[in-house]
C-alpha cells in the first residue's frame, strides 16, 4: 500500500467522482481508477461504488477513509518535522552559464529559504569542466548535457531545451519570423562553438541528414564573446533560449525564433555522485534543485524547455 493510493482515494471520496478527482490530481481516469482497484485488491474489499448521484464510499470505504485521512496527516506532519529540522553541511552545484541563468537564482534562494543552515559552493563553467569536476569530486551534483563519460555517478534526465535561430535585432543577418525551418539555416552565417561541443554536432549532423552544410562564419568557445558577436551582427547562433536569459537586457539587443524541421534538442541531465557518497546536504539540494526546475518549467519560466524527468 503507498501513500499516494491512500491520496488519490481520498480525493475521490471528497469530490464524489472518479473524474473530477482525476482532474484535480493530473492524473488519467483510467490511471486513477486502476490505483483505486489496486488499493481494493489489497484489501481485498470493495471501497468505492458508483451510484446516480456518483462515486461515494461503501461502508468499508467510510471507515477506511477516516483512517486514511488520519495516516495521511500525520505523514504530512512527518515530512514537515523533516524539513523544520536544522539540516547543516555543504554542498558544491555545478551549473553550465546558461542552465545557471534560468536556474541559478531561484535554486541559491529556495536553498537559504528551505535550509539557511546548508554552505552553498556554486560553480558555473562549460559541462565538460563541471564534469571533470564531478569526477575529481569537487562537485556533489552538476547539470550535464553529455553524461556518456558517467563513472560511478548516479544519473537522472531532467529536461530538454528547444533550438532558437538567434540573431541581432538592430544588426540582423537574416529574416526573423516565429519559427524558422532547419532548411533555412542553410543561408545564414552561423556563430557556433568549435567541434568538441556536442550542441554543435548535433546541428550539423542534423543539417547534413537534410542535405546541406551550415555556413560557419566564426567559432567561439565561451557563450559571453559568442553572444556578443551576434549582438554586433558578425553572425546568429543556435542555442537553447537559456542563452539570451543571460542578457538582462535580452529584447532590446536580440530576436530569435525556434528552429522546426528537426528533432534535435539540448538534453539536460542531472548527475551526482553515487547516492552512498551524497551528504544529508547533498541529497537535500538535489530535491530543492528538482522541484525549482519542474516549478520553472511549468511556470513558463523557462522558455522551449520540456521535462524528461
Sequence with gaps: MELRQLRYFVRVVELGSMSRAALDLDLVQSALSQQISRLEGELSTRLLQRTSKGTV??????????????TLRHADQAVRAAQQARLSGAVSIGLSPTIASVLGLPLVQAMRERYPAVRLHMVSALSGHLASLLNARQ???AILFDAQGARR???QPLLEEKLYLIQSKHHPVTACAAT???VALKQVPLILPSCSHGLRNAIVMSASQSGFQLDIALEVD????LMDAVKAGIGATVQPWSAVKLHADAAEHFQWSEITGT???????LCT???????PAALAARV????CAKTLVENGEWAGARLTQ
Design 263 to 269: 528533432q534535435v534538442r539540448r538534453p539536460a541531465t
Design 273 to 279: 555522485l553515487s547516492e552512498d557518497e551524497l551528504s
Design 180 to 182: 524558422t525551418p532547419l
Design 139 to 141: 562537485l556533489d551534483l
Design 222 to 225: 565561451g557563450l559571453p564573446l
Design 288 to 291: 530543492v534543485l528538482l522541484d
Design 153 to 155: 555517478w548516479s544519473v
Design 57 to 70: 464510499p461503501t461502508e468499508a470505504g467510510i471507515a477506511f477513509f477516516h483512517e486514511a485521512q488520519l
